[in-house]
């Protein structure tokens, strides 16, 4: 079974803190993508990358920087956190090329103070 | 852009089929159409994926007509441990601005 762990289930920190998120999964895939949720907003795209350092703007890459130096691990980073970043964030995985099978992770629940 | 469009919430009894339909009038000719389940606190799982016409697995058949512009997850005599939401879709990995879930609909299954 795919496995894609994520480095902390719940996280508080301050405003204007640097806060890393790590996102690590198992199976060789080359897909992986970052998102966050917000009641009534559903599941929106923060950014994906298809490759070791290549990476591509989602819905919502204001505020929000990752970095992809190894192929199982994928980093989001909030340069200097808000409290509208205060939210769900979960990593997912996909084989590659056209697969929309994405595998996620059981997400980070982030309060920012 | 193909914005998806499903219903907020629906209420269903143990035994009974649910078909939840979900709306993308804009689809492009590359996308294709899946379906992800999400239990509390948990990320959401695959269900099914679908270019046209009917895919069926073990837990789920998914209906698209031949304009593409809905599609319907079917899911076959629910029961409580169905209870969740359900995402529509739409797009493919690359361009990502073209991959967009829907807002999801809750499921809610009674006795």
């Known amino acids: 079974d795919v496995k894609v762990t994520q480095s902390s289930r719940y996280l508080v920190k301050r405003t204007g803190e640097k806060v890393f998120l790590e996102c690590v999964q198992d199976?060789?895939?080359?897909?992986m993508f970052w998102y966050r949720q917000d009641p009534g907003l559903g599941l929106r795209l923060i950014y994906f990358s298809y490759d070791v350092k290549m990476k591509e703007k989602g819905d919502i890459p204001e505020g929000y920087s990752v970095s992809r130096e190894k192929k199982e691990r994928f980093s989001l980073i909030l340069e200097s956190a808000s409290t509208n970043q205060t939210s769900m964030y979960l990593c997912?995985?996909?084989?590659?090329?056209?697969?929309?099978?994405?595998?996620f992770g059981p997400g980070t629940r982030l309060t920012v103070l | 852009l193909a914005k998806t469009t499903q219903p907020i919430s629906m209420d269903s009894y143990e035994g009974q089929e649910v078909n939840i339909t979900c709306s993308h009038n804009?689809?492009?000719?590359?996308?294709?159409i899946t379906w992800y389940q999400q239990f509390p606190s948990q990320g959401p799982r695959f269900i099914i994926q679908g270019y046209k016409t009917k895919v069926t697995n073990e837990v789920a058949s998914l209906f698209i007509p031949a304009d593409r512009k809905s599609s319907t997850l079917s899911l076959p005599r629910v029961s409580l441990s169905d209870t969740a939401v359900y995402y529509c879709l739409v797009g493919v990995i690359r361009p990502t601005d073209k991959l967009i879930f829907g807002t999801g609909t809750r499921l809610q299954v009674f006795p």
């Open positions: 804009n689809i492009a000719t590359n996308d294709y």
């Open positions: 199976m060789d895939h080359e897909n």
């Open positions: 997912a995985s996909s084989l590659g090329g056209r697969d929309n099978e994405q595998f």
